[in-house]
């Protein structure tokens, strides 16, 4: 009996959250190395599993990179309402905690070049064929076009301050916080801070 306990532990720490991606990973490396391929593709099999594993790679450095600046971005909103608020009539000391659905995306152009060559070839039997070949490349410069920015949609706002707990107070901070950020009142929470 306690053999089977010790494998149930064992097939729950193997089937954690964390070892999720890894599973995914392995997936997508099997996937990759079924796929049939005529004879001289191994390099293009060899550089298509590379390029799933800087792809993954890359998607977790930039999760981490949002996150910090997603944070950034909410400390500042959040100091900067702490500011306003604390210099309103009635509310005395104020907290602020801002959630935010995303972080501030910037969209970026790229200069694109496209030829397309077309040939008529005809051989000495009579035959004949059109050869098409198409090229596209993607110039990078060293400051990109920037064309829009799109800001983080705040979700929702708690404010806890000295003075809450009064209707005009707590009425003020939620008409502010709804006029700054475009959210609908009952996404802003307003409690009396503790002496």
């Known amino acids: 009996m306690k053999e089977g306990k010790v494998e149930?532990?064992?097939?729950?720490?193997?089937?954690?959250?964390?070892?999720?991606?890894?599973?995914?990973l392995a997936g997508?490396?099997?996937l990759i190395i079924a796929m049939p391929m005529g004879k001289g593709d191994k390099s293009t099999q060899s550089s298509l599993l590379e390029n799933v594993f800087q792809d993954t790679k890359n998607d977790s450095v930039g999760l981490e990179q949002e996150e910090k600046e997603k944070a950034s971005q909410t400390e500042e909103m959040e100091n900067r309402l702490q500011k306003?608020?604390?210099?309103?009539?009635?509310?005395?000391k104020v907290q602020v905690m801002i959630t935010l659905e995303c972080s501030e995306e910037i969209i970026i152009e790229k200069e694109?070049?496209?030829?397309?060559?077309?040939?008529?070839?005809?051989?000495?039997?009579?035959?004949?064929?059109?050869v098409t070949e198409e090229k596209e490349e993607s110039e990078s410069k060293d400051s990109p076009l920037i064309s829009k920015t799109v800001y983080p949609k705040v979700q929702g706002v708690v404010v806890v301050a000295q003075g809450a707990?009064?209707?005009?107070?707590?009425?003020?901070?939620?008409?502010?916080?709804g006029a700054l950020f475009g959210i609908e009142a009952h996404k802003v929470k307003v409690v009396k801070m503790k002496s």
Request: hydrophobic residues 40%; proline residues 0%.
């Open 165 to 177: 707990g009064t209707g005009h107070v707590n009425n003020d901070i939620v008409e502010i916080v």
């Open 112 to 130: 694109i070049k496209r030829e397309a060559k077309r040939t008529q070839e005809s051989d000495s039997a009579g035959g004949s064929r059109i």
């Open 84 to 92: 306003i608020l604390a210099q309103m009539y009635g509310v005395g």
């Open 28 to 30: 997508i490396c099997l």
């Open 8 to 24: 149930t532990k064992t097939w729950k720490n193997i089937f954690r959250k964390e070892n999720f991606l890894l599973f995914v």
